[in-house]
């Protein structure tokens, strides 16, 4: 059965509207508590993924077998554009918060479908040519009384929820460099925490948490090492370096983590799903072959300070653009009789993981969609078993999945009450060659 995903995206926001079309917006705060307990509030999706399990599961039931024919267009509104739009809105206390192409955010009353304020951090056009996938952006993050933004060109920004007006705005990138940003910015204890992307055009990944208030750099971690002939930034790094070859720093390595992150507050870790080699082919960025740590790989971090506690790599040494920037989504589900705190993700190289959250302890990886350069997940190592052609050594080969991924960038989800996870998955796939001496 074929889905129309615009039409399940208006069929969400309509149940989110009627469930607030009897109060009038109120411009109330949301704060830490709000954010713990998102669940508390089904009218409201107060994050990227809703809540900070990210499982995208709304409780409401408006919406349902027999209703659903009953359905028809409230209102519409129009943003101007004909580009690319990826966002998952906002909705808090009656407002709906979403931005559209060039990062511009608007501020919608749900009740009237009233467009109450649109801010634009007048991109420069010319930014358009330092990205892979089109001027999009895949949402905001709202937290006491601002709305926080990243910007195509790498600044982030805080705005306020009311007005639109500009609070603050940091740089967060070089930009003398191919760096953009196109994810949506994450609030976790007080800190706005934000990625980037180009790992295709050849920039070193990071993460970075401001202060929410003030936007004062709170930490900063590097999802790959620099130049090893100058001080590396931590001891994650310096163990990092180890497993790359060659001068991968001068290609600026990748890891870009442009998507996904989810947190556990009990545990006190952010999870954090990070991007593929630039370039592509391990062969020429660490020609010595190497798991390069830590492209495609879900790291997990302590929000206070930024530093590893641990990390597993789904496609070690990526020559294929098989990022683990896909969603996260955190749950608690029993396992052969014993419930386990687990973190599931599809990424792209097309196989489902399913990781013990506590430790990064590999429970189990299967297949959901054609995959042809590895033949499984070794079930000991927790490590790819990759077919002999894998690596296209001596041929150009044809690789499943492609490029683009069994899952890319369009949202998962987890519904707790059925256990069922909901990807939207591809099946393709791509010539892979080496390039002529």
Known sequence: ????????????????????????????????????????????????????????????????????????????????????????????????????TWSKVHAVDV??????????????????????????NRGVAIYKNRIFVGSLDGRLIALNAKTGEKEWEVLTVDQNKPYSITGAPRIIKGKVIIGNGGADLGVRGYLTAYDAMTGKQDWRFYCVPGNPNEPFESEEMAIAAKTWTGEWWKYGGGGTPWDAMAFDPLLNLIYVGTGNGAPW????????????????????LNPDNGRLVWHYQTTPGDTWDYTATQHIILADIKIEGIERKVLMQAPKNGFFYVLDRSDGSFISAEPYVYTNWAKEIDKETGRP???????????????????????????????????????????EGMFFGQPKN
């Not at 039931?61 to 129009?78: H, V």
């Not at 391990?282 to 020609?287: A, G, K, L, Q």
């Open 111 to 136: 009740r009237k479908g009233k467009i109450l304020w649109t801010y634009d951090p007048g991109v420069p056009r010319e930014w358009g040519e330092k990205v892979c996938c089109d001027v999009v």
């Open 281 to 300: 082919n391990r062969d020429i960025r660490s020609p010595g072959g190497g798991d390069n740590l830590y492209l495609s790989s879900i790291v997990a």
């Open 1 to 100: 059965m074929k889905i129309n995903l615009n039409k399940v995206i208006l069929f969400l926001i309509i149940s989110l509207l009627s469930a607030c079309s009897n109060q009038p917006p109120r411009w109330a705060e949301i704060n830490d508590e709000s954010l713990l307990n998102a669940d508390d509030t089904p009218s409201d999706w107060l994050s990227y993924g809703r809540n900070y399990q990210e499982n995208r599961h709304s409780p409401l039931n408006q919406i349902n077998k027999t209703t659903i024919d009953s359905l028809g267009l409230a209102w519409s509104i129009n943003i101007g554009t004909k580009r690319g739009i990826e966002a998952t809105p906002i909705v808090a206390n009656g407002i709906m918060y979403f931005t559209s």
């Open 385 to 427: 078993i990759e077919t002999e052609f894998a690596r296209y050594p001596n041929m150009n080969a044809q690789i499943a999945p492609s490029a683009g991924g069994g899952h890319n960038w369009q949202p998962m989800a987890f519904n707790p009450k059925t256990g069922l996870v909901y990807i939207p998955a591809r099946e």
